[in-house]
């Protein structure tokens, strides 16, 4: 307010220098100036009385939004903390319960997890954006959003344990059979394996120096109940049921595509167990005090399946012959075929896949059946 003040006022107030002979103007001019600061300062008096009434009123709005909102409230503060508090007690025979912050709740793994840690005891407090379904900006999610969670974590008091999802495609281009932890991953061959592989290598980086003790699970071709609609073996459902065609891909040399398929529940059971057996964090507010462990695991099925092995099993159990469209595969990044050794899994977490392809994709069909509400014979949804 000073430089107004400056521009509309002399430098003393209520004095004003003109010239001699003007005396009966020096008087108006001073009457004039004395009006217009009075007004002046009562219309700054109404704007400041309008202003603090406009601002409680918003205050009244907000606190009163706050505490009946269903989000955001202290209704919603309580729920929060009642579902991050675990129900295992610390005598129980699985041990004391963890509070678990899973990130993309909503989504595929997230969910099942979720309910995996809920069903056992622990508290879960889950988190998503809801964004427009697995849009290729996953650059975005899977590099930005990262390091924003890392940032969080490593600046925690006390810092939690972090267990974080890659991917097989990180192999890229390697062609050793199986795929092992020890294998070369600076050979992707699409965007996608690129931000798991900076993923890779930033939690790597945040283990080193600020002491987060860090596990990262390379996923192999998960599928099942609630799966992600992109998928091959969800959208071959779909078309084979309303009667469209696929398009089946085959490498080069008319050599069938082969994958690692990994039933969910699989994964869960490997999530569960990273968890259980992940190492404290050695930071204290963003400051390393030692040494924490960095670790990798692949979890997978191990006995990897060619893709028209995979339709002839959604045929048996769709009971519903497919309009098949073989064609080769584009180069778009793709690989011919993924296999997993799981040997270190097994080792350090237990980990023992117990689903085959077979029994899987029945599961699959079964709930898919059941949350379409498809009739047989029609082809419509």
Known sequence: MRALEDDLFPSTPGKVKIERAGGTMNRQLHRCFASTSTMFLWALFLVAMTASYLSFQSFVDTSSKYFAASWGGLHWERQIRASAAPRRPPGSAAGAGMSVLVTGASGFVGAHCSLALRKRGDGVVGIDNFNAYYDPSYVHSNVAGLVTLLEACK?????????????????????????????????????????????????????????????????????????????????????????????????????????????????VKGCLGSLDT???????????????????????????????????????????????????MPGNGDVPFTHANISLARQQLGYKPATNLDAGLKKFVKWYLSYYGYTRGSKNL
């Open 155 to 267: 600046n925690a008091d006390p810092q939690p344990a972090i267990v974080w999802a890659s991917s097989s495609s990180v192999y890229g281009l390697n062609d050793k059979v199986p795929f092992s932890e020890s294998h070369r991953t600076d050979q992707p061959a699409s965007l996608y394996a690129a931000t798991k592989k900076a993923g890779e290598e930033i939690t790597h980086s945040y283990n080193h120096i600020y002491g987060l003790s860090i596990t990262g699970l390379r996923f192999f071709t998960v599928y099942g109940p609630w799966g992600r609609p992109d998928m091959a073996y969800f959208s071959f459902t779909r078309n084979i049921l309303q009667g469209k065609p696929i398009t089946v891909y085959r490498g080069k040399n008319h050599v069938d595509l082969a994958r690692d398929f990994t039933y969910i529940d699989d994964i």
């Open 278 to 328: 992940a190492g404290r964090s050695t930071g204290t507010g963003g400051k390393k005090r030692g040494p924490a462990p960095y670790r990798i695991f692949n979890l997978g099925n191990t006995s990897p399946v060619t893709v028209p092995t995979l339709v002839a099993i959604l045929e048996k159990h769709l009971r519903v012959k497919a309009r098949k469209h073989v064609v080769e």
